[in-house]
């Protein structure tokens, strides 16, 4: 009977357990092959590091913990914590604030960036801007210009038509001139020969005239 009640009473300060717990601060703790401060070290563990508790004894002080699948220990169960320890959090903390400057550096290189871009953005639309501007006005000009390239067309061509009109007032005046300067010689040709004509009459005439008055003057003798 002291036996099974000594097996219960083992059985429950040593109930078996399954949990995590972490090295504390101390720069290491030994682990030995049993629960007592006489049985060997097999080996020691690191402040921080995460171990297995698979048992406590808080008759003994101790916890056995699983080193690897096939080999365990104990260690002091005053020496485990439920969180990680204080330095194993500080390097955690500095990790992630290193990792948090490197954000916030890439972060701010690209803010950076992006800035510039923006600035390079509002350069180019404000070139394009001014550009646009300078196009309106050539445009405009441009618009102003073939108006005034289409008056001019129009009043060309109605120059073509006044010189056509003319030229054809100039080709009538020219048949009309030489009409009149062939009027003029015609009528110059028959003065002409109206003239030869009466010379040709009188020389016919005279002569006979001259010689009736001779006859008459002989026959008076």
Do not use: C
């Amino acid at each position: 009977m002291k036996k099974i009640l000594l097996a219960i009473a083992l059985l429950t300060s040593t109930a078996i357990m399954a949990e995590s717990a972490y090295v504390s601060d101390e720069l290491e703790i030994m682990v030995r092959s049993g629960k007592s401060s006489g049985h060997r070290i097999i080996a020691t563990l690191k402040s921080g590091k995460k171990i297995n508790v698979i048992e406590r004894d808080s008759a003994s002080g101790y916890s056995r913990v699983k080193l690897s699948p096939s080999r365990e220990g104990w260690v002091l169960s005053r020496l485990l914590r439920k969180t990680p320890s204080a330095k194993s959090r500080l390097a955690k903390a500095e990790a992630s604030l290193a990792s948090l400057k490197t954000k916030f550096s890439s972060s701010s290189k690209q803010l950076s960036e992006l800035s510039e871009q923006k600035g390079n953005l509002d350069s180019e639309a404000s070139t394009l801007k001014t550009d646009n501007i300078s196009l309106s006005r050539e445009l405009d000009q441009l618009k102003e210009t073939s108006r005034n390239a289409v008056e001019i067309l129009q009043e060309r061509n109605q120059l073509q038509q006044r010189v056509v009109t003319i030229e054809r007032e100039l080709e009538s005046l020219k048949r009309d001139n030489d009409t009149l300067v062939n009027s003029d010689v015609q009528d110059w040709f028959l003065a002409g020969a109206g003239v030869l004509l009466f010379g040709i009459i009188l020389g016919f005439i005279l002569p006979k005239l001259g010689w009736r008055k001779k006859t008459s003057w002989q026959s008076s003798f």
